[in-house]
């Protein structure tokens, strides 16, 4: 690492306040136990963390658990980023970088578990070798190994050089959950201390010596490309203006202010040629899914069970209805932001990413160098909720620097360009159709979901594997890709469909003029796991008891990433203005790790949801996204924060996801008790197009 | 040259009047607290305390702090002592993602300057600052933690 990007780098790190911060390069070896364990001579406990922290708490949560089996002092942790360099040289020793999915927990609890334990077993093995005991008889606690038959201890400091060169143990006990101390337990975050004093450092923040800044302007329509630039007019007499720089699908401009960049590139004259897209507007774009639903229009059965035509022929009542659902933005606070040194065939990147890998390989591929030149800073993340997967603006970032020649340059979007320019939750238009019998429970669901390929079943997610027993199936995918950028944004599908299948069931219920709660328990098999969820919001929400008078109770319930949710939202309605009482949110996660920081999460998850349900839409017009600032694209403010009551019901025995779920069934809640309060069945989001408001 | 102070600090810099606050701070004098969020006042991350009232330093421009005294969250804690509306963010656990935090910080510090007790309408007319994580219950239950306190 050169002297400049590790100067800054102790810099942009040391503001993390996570302890001891040297390039994760230069701490193999020193106290290194294994690739994720580190104890250095003064008993302080590196614990490496691969992938990402951007508010959703998993860091905390990840040292957590390798903590337990390490029987360290917590006092002692500090968590370090693993280095994606680091990760290359030594073969993915770390496993996958990526935090997406809500995945950090649910797939790496074992890695992280085995990782605690092995280091402790080398470091008692290590303490057994000095005395010559039987390492058997060596007990480890608090970072402390005793021998209780000769009464001696040591700390893990001491023997951590002699525990590194010990063989890896290949396979090692995990305890009990009954028997943990750390994991399980609501330990404060690691990170937020300096987050309340201003130390922390985002990806935006960095700041190098010489540095320079971008202000950057993209094309306004998808695919479209420069036509002609006016770079006198910016450029001359403009202070602090160093360069403007077309660069094909966008415009930088370099100042040595941010500020100064921006208002040059705004004084530029550019014209756009728009390309095949260019005439590109939201209607268009609803007809392109509309003809998924013409005759003979194909699309492929992701479900199939039973046979759905004859008993669409049989049943007592056919129930019909098309749920609509908008692109979206993720508008992550932090604005895309890039910060890059190219020089001499060495790439430094310092950006918010959710994935180090992903960063790493688009810096080598932006800058033209092998993987092994390219050096990725880790930074805190200012909120990614999907957005940060993509990588269009470290390509960019570092294209900017290598143009520039070894110089440091920190590329900022603006808000209008991180919402015009985003990679969208897809929109989709679900037809449903379902049979009820005599008694009105349905036999048999037809649907199908026009939307583009994200992913392999993603599109059908909480459709396909719907949970209630309906005998006769057909879920279909018919792919209407566009060319608007899609991206996966917090719950991806998760976010649309419980919407379009709980309110549909709740239309089913209210054709069987049901109960929704009795309903969906007389449809849910006596093992899943949905029920326990159900129940547990229906009590504490008082379900059984009629709401007081002018108020209305909407439920909903499903599975997100490996965990169960249930909602209850309980509203008042006058003249659309929707007055949100409280919600209640049950969540089964299976094992929790931090309860604090889960309970956390599905607070944010309802505040994200309810941003998305009452306005959240992107829109296209003449080929440009229409939306510009928060004025537009309206997030929810704290004077609209419901009262959400949460409610933790961990039935064990799996490890569910927690980034994602909260809010995922707060959505139908609210809109069936919508129906509720004011008869009018909400089939398309967001709320505002049907004239409601928050109160 | 246009001189105030921040965080106690006298400072003196050779910029534009109309560069707003934020970017001096921010690209000037090395002070990333406030944060960048929108460049038109919406979401408060770049809220700092001038003469103790809350600004939206993006949207501030230069020549109107000309003598008085900028706070930002670097500056509010005494040394290693943090105000007490500090501790109660990490009493709550409220950042999630943190980047809006240091604005919604400094805007609760002069919220309960002005209402020692403040009622749910005083908290919820003067925290307008946006968090996109939803700390927002947390935010409400740091600063009553942090009025009960102080009372």
Redesign the interface.
Known sequence: MSALSRRSFLKTAGALGLGLHLPARAQAGRGEVNAWVMVLPNELVIIRYARSE????SMTAAAQLVAEELDCDWKNVRVDYADSNEQLRRKGVWGPMSSSGSRTIRESHEVLRNAGAAAREMLVAAAAQGWGVAAAECRAAGGVIAHAPSGRRITYGRVAAAAAKLPVPKQVALKAQADWKLAGKPL??V???D????????G??T?LPGMV?AAIAQCPVPGGRLKSLDEAAAARGR?GVLRVLPMGEFIAVIA?????A?QALRALKIEWDGGANASLSSAALRRELEQAFEPDTAASVVKSEGDVEKALAQAARVVEAEYATPFLAH?????PSCTAVVKDGQVDVWTSTQDAEATHAAAAAAAGVAPENVYVHRT??????GRRLAQDYTAQGVAIAKALNGIPVNL?W??EEDLQHDQYRPASLARLKAGIDEAGNPVVLQCRVAAPALKDLEATAALADQPYAIANLRIEHAVRNSAVPIGYWRGAAHSQNPFVRECFIDELANAAKRDPLDYRLGLLPATARERAVLEAAAKAAGWRTAPAQGLHRGIAVTEVRGSYTAAVAELSLREKKVELKRLVIALDPGRVVNP??VV?QV??????ALSALFWGEVTYKDGRVEQS???DYR?????E?P??EVLLVPSGGFWGGVGEAGGAAVAPAVANALFLAGGERIRSLPLKKAGFDLS | MIRFTVNARPREVD??PE??L??VL???L?I??P??????G??G?CTVLVDGEPARSCTLPLSKVAGRRVL???G??QGER?HPV?QA??DQ??????????GQ?LAAVALLRKHPSPSDRQ???A??????????????SAIRAAAKKKT
Request: proline share 5%; with cysteine; charged share 20%.
């Open positions: 951007m508010g959703q708490g404060a975050r990170d937020i201390p987050m309340v004093t201003g130390r922390t450092r985002y935006i923040d700041q800044y202070r040595d202010n941010w500020w100064r921006a508008a992550a606070l932090e604005p805190p993340v200012g909120g990614a909720f900022i603006t808000r604090d920081n956390a607070q944010g998850g309802a505040a994200f600032s928060f004025a997030v929810l403010a704290l004077a924060m009262p959400v | 910029v534009e560069m707003p934020l970017w921010r690209d000037e090395d990333k607290g944060k960048y969020g929108c460049g038109v919406q979401c991350a930002t969250i670097e509010l804690a943090l500090q963010w990490i656990q409220v950042p999630q993602c943190g980047y809006c935090q240091g910080i908290i919820d007319e925290m307008t600052n946006l968090c996109r994580c939803g700390t927002y219950a947390r935010v409400r």
